[in-house]
């Protein structure tokens, strides 16, 4: 008799699956949309730089007249720094403002898919978005894998470039703190191959080589937790045929 495959373990909801939520800082989102973006610039003040674990880039604690609110750093912004924020802000490295004030070929991160979502896009560390153009469809916006979208023009974005640019260009070193990086993201280390397991424990265990199942690897959408592994309700299967 195998013994329950990782999905159904992951399902139980043990404290190995689990992320060090306890230890996050805060959510990282623009302050309340409110009628009076219009008038003159908001100010806040950057309090503190913070770490977050599971987090690639710094957090800027900031204090304005509606309160504390946490956003990811761009580079450049320090402590004691002053931000605006509004239709009226000025182009500076830390402030926000909607996309139709923002000029084509600026850089910008934190950005907003609809108005007043707190910002979705291009937010790991050293991640941005630049604005293409002002068009009838909207504001075209290429965003960090080059795919090209149009945007609502009152979609926030914060100018400059996320912080922390070079940190996937050192190495771990050291496989536990690999482990210790994947614990805080709630992701399980190190993570066996099910072709490489037998198959009593995998549904792809077994094979002379480990390196191909001896089952097909693709599952239906509604597969049972002990059946859905590998390509699941994939539209195609192996390499593309060459058309002639």
Known sequence: MGKRIRVQRRGRGSSTFKGSTHKRVAPSRYTPLSKTEGDEPKRAVVEELLHEPGRGSP????????????????????V??????????????????????????????????SPGDGGKIAKSSGT????????????????????????????????????????TGKPFAKAGKRAKWMKSKGKVYPRSKGVAMVPASHPHGGGAHKSSSLRPTTVSRTAPPGQKVGLIAARQSGRKQRRR
């Open 59 to 78: 957090l800027i604690k900031a204090r304005a007249d509606r309160g504390v609110f946490h956003l990811v750093a761009p580079e450049g912004v320090s």
């Open 128 to 167: 941005y978005a630049t604005v293409v153009a002002q068009t009838p469809e909207g504001i075209q916006v290429r965003l960090p894998s080059k795919k090209s979208v149009y945007l609502n023009p009152k979609c926030r974005a914060t100018i400059g470039v996320v912080s922390g640019s070079g940190r």
């Open 80 to 113: 004691g720094q002053e931000l605006q924020f509004g239709e009226n802000a000025s182009i500076a490295t830390g402030n926000f403002l909607p996309l139709s004030e923002i000029p084509s070929g600026t850089y910008v991160c934190n950005l907003e898919l």
